[in-house]
């Protein structure tokens, strides 16, 4: 009777996407909503970052397979609101906080190692924006976001190949305003709960950066990060 039961659940789980989209018709995106109303609904999301490697958008390196300074696990929180536009797209706004861990400062000139010693510099901060959803059937989904990103502070000592400080500056509220940008896919699994697979941009400096002696201020190293992930969503 056991033995039964392990092939009946899994062709269960299998099924209940179809299924659910059958019951659902063809207003696939929250048909208990008419068209105008929305819902709150707060998300997260974990993976892996890339290690401070994304140049820009979708240049970010996830082999899994491979060990790398810098690389760590992120997560972010977000709380929004979003309306129902059509039968099948939802659009709406979101902020919260995102952690990407720690990564390896780089030259501010040419891509090299700041700090040869390896220190380790946090990118962290908050972010609001906007959010889509579009529902291709009522258990499938692609998804969109995107807004402004406030980097966390970079309070940092640089030093040259010799271990040498160079005696500069830096933190403060300047040069830290940037953008993020992520596209995603999932399932949901009821009207309310959704999983999927997401990927996260986040363009950040570090702040300006400052010669005391010579008052000469000059833009902080990029810390431009992606995050790879899995993300649920709950929507009330």
């Known amino acids: ?13 299998l099924c209940a996407p179809t299924a659910f989209a059958q019951s659902m018709g063809g207003d ?12 709150a609904f707060v998300a997260g999301n974990v993976g892996r970052t890339d290690g401070g490697t994304a140049g820009r958008f979708g240049t970010g390196d996830f082999n899994v397979f491979e060990s790398r300074d ?8 977000v ?11 939802g659009l709406g706004v979101e902020g919260g906080y995102a952690d990407l ?30 959010n889509a959803r579009l529902n291709i059937t009522p258990a499938w989904y692609v998804s969109g976001r995107g807004g402004f990103f406030r980097a966390s502070d970079n309070n940092f000592d640089y ?27 999932g399932w949901n699994a009821t009207e309310n709960f959704s999983i999927g697979v997401h990927y996260d941009y986040y363009r950040a400096k570090s702040g300006d950066v400052r010669d005391p002696v010579t008052g000469f201020e000059f833009e902080g190293p990029k810390r431009s990060t992606a995050l790879l992930g899995l993300t649920a969503e709950y929507a009330f």
């Open 1 to 13: 009777m056991k033995k039964l039961l392990i092939p009946a659940a899994i062709a269960a789980a």
């Open 28 to 39: 696939t995106y929250r048909p208990d909503l008419q068209v105008g109303e929305g819902n």
């Open 70 to 77: 810098g690389r760590k696990t992120g997560y972010g929180l």
């Open 79 to 89: 709380g929004g609101y979003r309306w129902k536009l059509s039968q099948n797209f």
């Open 101 to 130: 861990g720690n990564i390896e400062v780089r030259n501010i000139n040419n891509g090299d190692d700041v700090n040869q010693r390896a220190d380790r510099n946090a990118l962290r901060g908050w972010q609001v924006g906007g």
């Open 159 to 185: 030093y040259n190949s010799v271990g040498e400080d160079l005696g500069l500056e830096s933190g403060g509220s300047d040069g830290r305003n940037s953008w993020y940008a992520g596209v995603g896919t």
